[in-house]
């Protein structure tokens, strides 16, 4: 079994290569950057906005897991390019796993989708009303893969990935975790806003059992 891995050179990808290469799973990883591995990885360089190459890649696999993305405050700044990948990118890959009749395509979606809250714990048929062109974009993702699996019998599998946190994440990727790290390290927040709600974060990165700063009162 071979399995293609777009966004391998992500966060989230990266910690899957050394996964599937510590299990032994013959995989071929793709991103639209240069290699951050060595040699020993079957990288593939480009851009899932590039029908041509995403069906050279899927062609070669059995079975795909999907985790490139445009991040979520990118679709804020610009929600063209992020509809432009999330959209239309995803969507290459799902038709490239349709023609190519891949066992099972797996893709990260995200909890924003769910939006409000109206209920807790949030489960799958919670409403949604996504508060974001990212949110939005991963909501319709979910759709055209459930239209798939009814047309065209695509089998896949989605994660709905809340705050992720662990190796290979930086704050450069603007994710919510590495940056209240930075912040609360950094004690660069003055504001009684800014503490409330880092201390709101707090909270639920000490429930999430990882180590962290809590800010002192005086700042
Ligand atoms: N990390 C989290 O907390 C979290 C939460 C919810 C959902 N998710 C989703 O999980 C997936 C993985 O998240 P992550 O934290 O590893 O994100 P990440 O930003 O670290 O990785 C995404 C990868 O996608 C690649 N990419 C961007 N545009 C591309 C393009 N046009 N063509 C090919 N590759 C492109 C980037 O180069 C990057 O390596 C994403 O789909 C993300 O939306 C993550």
């Known amino acids: 079994m071979i399995v293609a891995v ?20 013959e995989f071929l990883a793709t991103d639209v950057v240069k290699s951050p591995f060595g040699k020993e990885v079957n990288y593939f360089k480009a851009d899932i906005l590039d029908r041509k190459a995403v069906r050279k890649v899927v062609s070669k696999a059995d079975m795909v897991v999907h985790l490139a993305a445009s991040p979520l405050l990118t679709s804020l700044e610009n929600p063209i390019i992020s509809m432009k990948i999330n959209i239309e990118g995803t969507l290459n890959i799902i ?45 319709a993702c979910e759709d055209y893969m459930r239209v798939y699996k009814e047309l065209f019998d695509l089998d896949y599998l989605i994660f709905r990935l809340f705050n992720v946190y662990g190796p290979w994440q930086y704050p450069e990727s603007r994710a919510l975790i590495p940056l209240v790290y930075k912040t609360l390290t950094q004690r660069k927040f003055s504001t009684y806003l800014e503490t409330a709600l880092l201390l709101g974060t707090s909270y639920m990165l000490k429930t999430s059992q990882t180590s962290f700063v809590r800010p002192s009162k005086n700042t």
């Open 6 to 25: 777009f966004g391998a050179a992500g966060f989230v990808g990266r910690n899957l290569v050394d996964k599937l290469k510590k299990e032994d799973i």
């Open 95 to 139: 038709d490239a796993s349709r023609e190519f009749k891949i066992d099972k395509l797996i893709f990260s979606s995200a909890s924003s989708i769910v939006g409000d809250v109206k209920y807790n714990p949030v489960d799958e048929e919670h409403p949604y009303t996504p508060k974001t062109p990212y949110a939005v974009a991963k909501k």
